[in-house]
Nanobody, 121 residues
Framework: QVQLVESGGGLVQPGGSLRLSCAAS????????MGWYRQAPGKQRDLVAT???????NYADPVKGRFTISRDNAKSTVYLQMNSLKPEDTAVYYC???????????????WGQGTQVTVSS
């Protein structure tokens, strides 16, 4: 079983910063792609950013220039540094991992439980 555990969410004022972390566990050999998605109330879950094991990065247009994704392959952990936060960034942020090789076999995709980010004065 692969588990993703997110941390780092919270309440922040507009213009502030937060750093999210997501650690994968479960006898993992490698993870192809890790990423962050977010879902605001009443809306669909949208891509925020993804990063491959080789460091290829993709950002959604609304966060380009403000958010930075990174990962530590040795720790099976992905991070999201969020700067210049806006009220419209308020959402539940979900971690995702795809193409996971484990001791028990491959896992196509798995999600974390989500962490709330609220940007408000």
């Amino acid at each position: 079983q692969v588990q993703l555990v997110e941390s780092g969410g919270g309440l922040v004022q507009p213009g502030g910063s937060l750093r999210l972390s997501c650690a994968a566990s479960g006898m993992i050999f490698s993870i192809s792609t890790m990423g962050w998605y977010r879902q605001a109330p009443g809306k669909q879950r949208d891509l925020v950013a993804t990063i491959s094991s080789g460091g290829r990065i993709n950002y959604a247009d609304p966060v380009k220039g403000r958010f930075t994704i990174s990962r530590d392959n040795a720790k099976s952990t992905v991070y999201l540094q969020m700067n210049s936060l806006k009220p419209e960034d308020t959402a539940v942020y979900y971690c995702n991992a795809e193409g996971i090789q484990t001791r028990s076999g491959p896992v196509r995709s798995t999600w974390g439980q989500g962490t709330q980010v609220t940007v408000s004065s």
